[in-house]
């Protein structure tokens, strides 16, 4: 007999299998014990990337890793032209500059894991 809990909305079960002769597996339902929930360790928060002063950031619409970079420092660049591909559950996001101007700053780098809302790139 093997014990597991489990966690369902917000509640903590203890659930009993017994494994069986041969291929059959039997799940003994018991009633719902509330069981302390483990400790939650919180999640330290890192410091978001800013973008220097003076100059329109490039966020991070979402969590991912940086698949490519398309621009360089000093690159002129016009309102909706891809400089990141970022990797966001399997797919591929273009993200395009929302202004026109030169590339002050390259906040990223190819292979970077980025958070939600990090600089990627400023154009100032």
Same mark, same amino acid.
């Given at each position: 007999m093997k014990k597991?809990?489990?966690s369902f909305n917000g509640e903590v079960y203890e659930l009993e299998v017994e494994e069986m002769e041969g291929s059959e597996v039997a799940v003994t339902k018991t009633e719902p014990k509330k069981v302390a929930a483990p400790k939650v360790v919180e999640k330290k928060e890192t410091p978001k990337k800013s973008a220097p002063t003076g100059g329109e950031a @490039?966020?991070?619409?979402?969590?991912?890793?940086?698949?490519? @970079?398309? @621009?360089?420092?000093?690159?002129?660049?016009?309102?909706?032209?891809?400089?990141? @591909?970022?990797e966001a559950m399997k797919m591929e996001n273009e993200i395009v500059a929302p202004v026109d101007g030169e590339v002050t700053a390259i906040n990223t780098s190819k292979g970077a894991t980025v958070a939600l809302g990090d600089s990627l790139v400023t154009i100032g």
């Amino acid at each position: 007999m093997k014990k597991y809990r489990i966690s369902f909305n917000g509640e903590v079960y203890e659930l009993e299998v017994e494994e069986m002769e041969g291929s059959e597996v039997a799940v003994t339902k018991t009633e719902p014990k509330k069981v302390a929930a483990p400790k939650v360790v919180e999640k330290k928060e890192t410091p978001k990337k800013s973008a220097p002063t003076g100059g329109e950031a @490039v966020t991070a619409p979402m969590p991912g890793t940086i698949v490519d @970079v398309k @621009v360089s420092e000093g690159q002129s660049v016009k309102a909706g032209q891809v400089v990141v @591909v970022l990797e966001a559950m399997k797919m591929e996001n273009e993200i395009v500059a929302p202004v026109d101007g030169e590339v002050t700053a390259i906040n990223t780098s190819k292979g970077a894991t980025v958070a939600l809302g990090d600089s990627l790139v400023t154009i100032g």
